[in-house]
């Protein structure tokens, strides 16, 4: 095993069930949940004592507390309650059947914010069954995360990193009846720490993170079972990979793809997913502008969640077998890069008009999804952060999914009540695969004008998934492979405040999605 390229997250976190009431926990910090209840915070049951509840809600009232989803209001301590800090977090609308795994993750991940240096956390939430425990831990470990590696310690008193959770134990308080939780607790384990590695993947800076250094990491941090397959560029270019090569000729730092494999014995589906891992993106000879260039360095942020969700099934033992494509590239503008215009081959021999050098995702991972079909894999998928007109059309908190097989999609989008991911599907309009065909090459990277930019995007990937038994494309009586693509451009980067379970920065976006498909394939 290679060493790491540049520094990660520390990830020591202790998930456990707690082993007496609320009011007993040894803890440094008590979180409890609190209900909107006509604009006012109503404490959750959490079976205190008399004197406790009292107390807490006499200061709830005092300090006008809400109840809101992701607030939280910070005591320090309670009459009858061991803890030395009492956090309240907001559960919202006091309709118990409204109370989702979601919202028990939200308050749980706000609770741990609010937590300040507590390095021992136990969660008193009103989780009524084992499923709800579960997200009480989940939400925990996704919210326990701030990325603190390039802040430095002048001294030993210096504040620098005052809001990063520090929480290291995590007890939750099961309710009863709720039978065994081990399993599920051993999952949210695994979530926190495959999530932790990709939002430290987003959040690296471009001068740390390249196509080579990406490579060295998922290399060094491959979990048992997991084979890597790496190509460089000179392989890429003698392959026939002319749309990624295109995209990463212009920075000295060369374009790669790694391969993740995945192969439990007695599977008997396989997905296989490409991830968009463009290290840095200033949009190449059609440059950005300034300002839309300070958070480029997320824009790998698909293949972050590839190498994440295939290392977490790879944990879990998930039984499918699993391929993740990462198709990495830097795209810089030199004299070297590739300019609008140009005329590009990719693996399965397509041509593509390249019009603009900033819709390079595209690019990017078409010739991975020429590899993906090659697997001859029951299920393909995609995710990257792609378009702008996804964030125009969702906002930054929503993953936009479309497809070749309406099922599939809608089955993708349906997982969002298990993993609290919110995903809207659309459907790709007939004309927009025709607006993909150039006059010059076999297809262009835009259709220019950006009608329906979205689904272009995805009518453009949609040319580069072959037909089932595995061929390059689909002629006669051969039937695609089905296929999904996630545009997470908006939620895979969170440029305000932490809430709920998401940090500032990489926020780990699809990760969750991707391993729910590979648990329940097929999905349709």
Same mark, same amino acid.
């Given at each position: 095993?290679?060493?790491l390229?540049?520094?990660? +997250?520390?990830?020591?976190?202790?998930?456990?069930?707690?082993?007496?009431?609320?009011?007993e926990?040894?803890?440094?910090?008590?979180?409890?949940?609190?209900?909107?209840?006509?604009?006012k915070?109503q404490?959750?049951?959490?079976?205190?004592?008399?004197?406790a509840?009292? +107390?807490?809600?006499?200061?709830?009232?005092?300090?006008?507390?809400?109840?809101?989803?992701?607030?939280?209001?910070?005591?320090?301590?309670a009459a009858?309650? !061991?803890?030395?800090?009492?956090?309240?977090?907001?559960?919202?609308?006091a309709?118990?059947?409204?109370?989702?795994?979601?919202?028990?993750?939200?308050?749980?991940?706000?609770?741990?914010h609010?937590s300040?240096?507590?390095?021992?956390i136990t969660f008193?939430?009103?989780?009524? *069954?084992?499923?709800?425990?579960?997200?009480?831990?989940?939400?925990?470990?996704?919210?326990?995360? /701030?990325?603190?590696?390039y802040k430095?310690?002048?001294?030993?008193?210096?504040?620098?990193?005052?809001?990063?959770?520090?929480v290291?134990r995590?007890?939750?308080?099961?309710?009863?009846?709720?039978?065994?939780?081990?399993?599920?607790?051993?999952?949210? /384990?695994?979530?926190?720490?495959?999530?932790?590695?990709?939002?430290?993947?987003?959040?690296?800076?471009?001068?740390?993170?390249?196509?080579?250094?990406f490579?060295?990491?998922?290399?060094?941090?491959?979990?048992?079972?997991?084979?890597?397959?790496?190509? *460089?560029?000179?392989q890429l270019?003698?392959?026939?990979?002319?749309?990624?090569?295109? =995209?990463?000729?212009?920075?000295?730092?060369?374009?790669?793809?790694?391969?993740l494999?995945?192969?439990?014995?007695?599977?008997?589906?396989?997905?296989?997913? =490409?991830?968009? &891992?463009?290290?840095?993106d200033?949009? &190449?000879?059609?440059?950005?502008?300034g300002a !839309?260039?300070?958070?480029?360095?997320?824009?790998?942020?698909g293949?972050?969640?590839?190498?994440? /969700?295939?290392?977490?099934?790879?944990?879990?033992?998930v039984?499918?077998?699993?391929?993740?494509?990462?198709?990495?590239?830097?795209n810089?503008?030199?004299?070297?890069a590739?300019?609008? &215009?140009?005329?590009?081959?990719?693996?399965n021999?397509l041509?593509v008009?390249?019009?603009?050098?900033?819709?390079?995702?595209?690019?990017?991972?078409?010739?991975?999804?020429?590899?993906?079909?090659?697997?001859?894999?029951?299920l393909?998928? *995609?995710?990257?952060?792609?378009?702008?007109?996804?964030?125009?059309?969702l906002?930054?908190?929503?993953?936009?999914?479309?497809?070749n097989?309406?099922?599939?999609?809608?089955?993708?989008?349906?997982?969002?009540?298990?993993?609290g991911?919110?995903?809207?599907?659309?459907?790709i309009?007939e004309?927009?695969?025709?607006?993909?065909?150039s006059?010059?090459?076999d297809?262009?990277?835009?259709?220019?004008g950006?009608?329906?930019?979205?689904?272009?995007a995805?009518?453009?990937?949609?040319?580069?998934?072959g037909?089932?038994?595995?061929a390059?494309?689909?002629?006669?009586?051969?039937?695609?492979?089905p296929?999904?693509?996630?545009?997470?451009?908006?939620?895979?980067?969170n440029?305000g405040?932490p809430w709920?379970?998401?940090?500032?920065?990489?926020?780990?976006?699809?990760v969750?999605t991707?391993? /729910?498909?590979?648990? *329940?394939v097929? =999905?349709?």
């Amino acid at each position: 095993m290679t060493s790491l390229p540049f520094e990660l +997250s520390a990830y020591d976190l202790e998930l456990t069930v707690a082993s007496g009431t609320a009011a007993e926990a040894d803890t440094d910090a008590l979180v409890l949940g609190a209900w909107a209840v006509g604009g006012k915070a109503q404490l959750a049951d959490a079976g205190l004592p008399s004197e406790a509840t009292e +107390s807490i809600t006499k200061a709830l009232t005092t300090l006008k507390a809400t109840g809101k989803i992701d607030s939280t209001t910070v005591l320090a301590g309670a009459a009858g309650t !061991s803890a030395g800090l009492v956090v309240v977090a907001g559960l919202g609308s006091a309709d118990a059947e409204e109370l989702t795994a979601d919202r028990l993750r939200r308050a749980a991940g706000a609770g741990v914010h609010a937590s300040g240096g507590a390095t021992s956390i136990t969660f008193a939430l009103p989780a009524a *069954d084992a499923e709800g425990a579960v997200a009480v831990a989940e939400g925990a470990a996704l919210g326990a995360y /701030a990325d603190t590696r390039y802040k430095s310690k002048v001294t030993e008193t210096d504040e620098v990193e005052a809001d990063a959770p520090e929480v290291r134990r995590i007890a939750v308080v099961a309710p009863e009846g709720a039978g065994e939780l081990e399993a599920g607790f051993a999952r949210a /384990a695994v979530l926190g720490r495959q999530m932790r590695y990709a939002r430290d993947l987003v959040n690296t800076p471009a001068n740390h993170l390249y196509p080579e250094s990406f490579v060295a990491s998922v290399q060094a941090a491959a979990p048992a079972g997991i084979e890597v397959e790496v190509m *460089d560029d000179t392989q890429l270019r003698e392959m026939g990979a002319g749309a990624l090569y295109g =995209v990463g000729m212009g920075s000295e730092r060369k374009p790669r793809i790694a391969v993740l494999r995945y192969r439990p014995q007695n599977a008997t589906q396989h997905v296989a997913v =490409v991830g968009k &891992g463009i290290t840095f993106d200033t949009g &190449g000879i059609s440059l950005k502008p300034g300002a !839309s260039m300070f958070t480029m360095k997320m824009d790998m942020g698909g293949a972050a969640a590839v190498a994440g /969700a295939v290392f977490a099934a790879a944990e879990l033992g998930v039984e499918a077998n699993i391929t993740g494509i990462l198709c990495l590239a830097e795209n810089m503008p030199s004299h070297n890069a590739q300019r609008p &215009g140009d005329v590009v081959t990719a693996l399965n021999g397509l041509t593509v008009e390249v019009l603009n050098t900033d819709a390079e995702g595209r690019l990017a991972m078409c010739d991975g999804l020429v590899l993906a079909t090659r697997e001859n894999p029951d299920l393909i998928m *995609d995710i990257a952060t792609l378009t702008g007109a996804a964030v125009m059309a969702l906002g930054d908190r929503t993953i936009a999914v479309m497809g070749n097989d309406d099922a599939v999609r809608d089955a993708v989008v349906g997982t969002s009540a298990r993993t609290g991911e919110p995903m809207v599907g659309f459907p790709i309009p007939e004309e927009v695969r025709e607006g993909v065909t150039s006059s010059v090459a076999d297809l262009r990277n835009i259709i220019p004008g950006k009608p329906a930019g979205m689904q272009a995007a995805a009518a453009y990937l949609e040319r580069f998934v072959g037909a089932q038994g595995g061929a390059d494309h689909v002629t006669g009586d051969a039937e695609q492979i089905p296929w999904a693509h996630l545009d997470i451009a908006g939620p895979a980067f969170n440029e305000g405040s932490p809430w709920g379970y998401t940090p500032t920065g990489g926020t780990g976006s699809g990760v969750r999605t991707l391993l /729910a498909v590979f648990e *329940d394939v097929p =999905v349709a």
